[in-house]
């Protein structure tokens, strides 16, 4: 599985971005989807979970509310719309996918990631 991510760039705090993940390859119904993220100098952090069939997602606590996670398996696609961005949120994003994921949460469970957009919000 091949991942492309899209949809970064520089908003005002306060405003939104949505993030895009594409897929590539017949098999995307089978993974469940995750988005971290990395800020300069600090490690990667869990941002948002879904599973394969949409039916479930998680969050860390410093998005919930404000973040929403969701796939179209139709178009091999995983999103994420952020909603009332701080400057805290900035960092690069990136998207992954893993079969066995359990929460979500390890980035060491999943088994592909894609190249990473960046999210810089002005305060």
């Known amino acids: 599985v091949q991942l492309q991510a899209s949809g970064g760039g520089l908003v005002q705090a306060g405003g939104s971005l949505r993030l895009s993940c594409a897929a590539s390859?017949?098999?995307?119904?089978?993974?469940?989807m995750g988005w971290f993220r990395q800020a300069p100098g600090r490690e990667r952090e869990f941002v948002a979970h879904?599973?394969?069939?949409?039916?479930?997602?998680y969050y860390a606590d410093s998005v919930k509310g404000r973040f929403t996670i969701s796939r179209d398996n139709a178009k091999n696609t995983v999103y994420l719309q952020m909603n009332s961005l701080k400057p805290e949120d900035t960092a690069v994003y990136y998207c992954?996918?893993?079969?066995?994921?359990?929460?979500?949460?390890?980035?060491?469970?999943?088994?592909?990631w894609g190249q990473g957009t960046l999210v810089t919000v002005s305060s």
């Open positions: 992954a996918a893993g079969e066995y994921t359990g929460w979500g949460r390890a980035a060491n469970l999943y088994d592909y």
């Open positions: 390859g017949r098999t995307f119904s089978r993974y469940a």
């Open positions: 879904i599973t394969s069939n949409g039916g479930n997602a």
